[in-house]
């Protein structure tokens, strides 16, 4: 059983489709806390609705970078979990965050990694003129965007797409990405040897 706590800073529809699949049965894990740097965040309310313990930890409150992430990492450890999932979570996590949390993080960002790291990455594909995009789960580590891959999903890039054509796209691969993601990581499916991920068994997508 995997325990987690997801960070999300938004609207939080990767957070519903993990909790969902939690529901059907189909990941053998649990959402112990959905945090928030934004108190406002829409995905705290859609926590609550589901009886998911939901915490905001205003990044606005505190004086500085370290301040915040001495709250958020103390918020973490009290909650308790095996993993810490990012699922729209605007924030960079740093390397002194990570070795003092001591236990893997995973994100998900909506292109093929390493093209289009950082904000906006679907209105950089349209940009660029790539004719595929998709998404990427990943291993999180103090680079941006550019930890160890774990599985990618392409989806293609039309002449009239628009950002949010686009992101619409890719957005419904990243609710079936994340969750058998995570339902492989729960069932111990999932290797990480310096960059070289493996994934026992296929969960669709590119691995
Ligand atoms: C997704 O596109 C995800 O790839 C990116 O932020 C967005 C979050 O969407 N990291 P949501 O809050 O899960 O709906």
Redo the contacts with the bound molecule.
Sequence with gaps: MLEMVVL??????????IQEAIAAGDVPGEIRAVISDKPAA??LDRARDLGIPALAIDAKAYDNRAAYDAALLEAILEVGCDIVV?????KIIGRDFLQALDRPVV????SLLPAFPGLD??GQAVAYGVRVSG?TVHFVDESLDGGPIIAQRVVPVYADDTADSL?AR??VQ?HDLYPAVLKAIAEDRVRCEGRKVTVEEEMGGIQ
Excluded at 8 to 17: D, E, K, V, Y
Aim: aromatic content about 8%; some cysteine.
């Design positions: 999300a800073s938004g609207r939080g529809s990767n957070f519903i489709a829409p995905v990012l699922a729209g979570y605007m994100n998900i960002h909506p990455a679907q998404c992101s890719i957005l990243e």
